[in-house]
């Protein structure tokens, strides 16, 4: 088995255990004997060295371990994310999008919420021109309709 393999189910049953309640009992456990074994010790400098090096052990390696899994996570919500996107009628252009910079990001954001507003004041002009006429609501568009047929109105009017 090679190393990153290795690492990978290690990093996995470590995330999946550290983030369970008996682990944390376990640790809060520890903390209560460290506490208590203060007046045998006297309350030294040794004492309070072994807490502090094992926190900071678990701490150091922790961090590495939890960095991996959400770099794992990030990585396949981001595949699915692009699957969907090429699967759908969205737009293609968003897919690899947490690959810009930071100023591209702002830009885009921007851009989409450009077309946000234009649609919605186009919705808006939609309900003038109806209740100008005296004429009830259209009925809602999402009822009987595939997300694809939908997708394609939104560009339509956009």
Request: net charge positive; glycine share 4%; proline share 3%.
């Given at each position: 088995?090679?190393?990153?393999?290795?690492?990978?189910?290690?990093?996995?049953?470590?995330?999946?255990?550290?983030?369970?309640?008996?682990?944390?009992?376990?640790?809060?456990?520890?903390?209560?004997?460290?506490?208590?074994?203060?007046?045998?010790?006297?309350?030294?400098?040794?004492?309070?060295?072994?807490?502090?090096?094992?926190?900071?052990?678990?701490?150091?390696?922790?961090?590495?371990?939890?960095?991996?899994?959400?770099?794992?996570?990030?990585?396949?919500?981001?595949?699915?994310?692009?699957?969907l996107i090429l699967m759908s009628d969205a737009e293609d252009a968003f897919v690899g999008i947490e690959k810009?910079?930071?100023?591209?990001?702002?830009?885009?954001?921007?851009?989409?919420?450009?077309?946000?507003?234009?649609?919605?004041?186009?919705?808006?002009?939609?309900?003038?021109?109806?209740?100008?006429?005296?004429?009830?609501?259209?009925?809602?568009?999402?009822?009987?309709?595939?997300?694809?047929?939908?997708?394609?109105?939104?560009?339509?009017?956009?």
């Open positions: 088995m090679n190393l990153e393999k290795t690492f990978t189910r290690l990093a996995n049953l470590v995330a999946h255990a550290a983030g369970r309640p008996l682990t944390f009992a376990i640790c809060v456990a520890l903390v209560l004997a460290w506490a208590a074994t203060g007046p045998v010790f006297k309350f030294s400098e040794t004492w309070q060295l072994v807490i502090n090096t094992g926190t900071t052990i678990v701490t150091f390696l922790m961090v590495f371990l939890i960095q991996n899994t959400q770099n794992r996570d990030s990585l396949a919500i981001q595949a699915k994310l692009d699957d810009m910079t930071d100023k591209q990001l702002e830009t885009l954001q921007r851009k989409c919420e450009a077309r946000a507003r234009a649609h919605a004041d186009a919705h808006e002009h939609v309900k003038k021109v109806v209740a100008a006429r005296g004429a009830k609501s259209p009925p809602s568009t999402a009822r009987g309709k595939s997300n694809r047929t939908r997708a394609r109105a939104r560009r339509k009017t956009s």
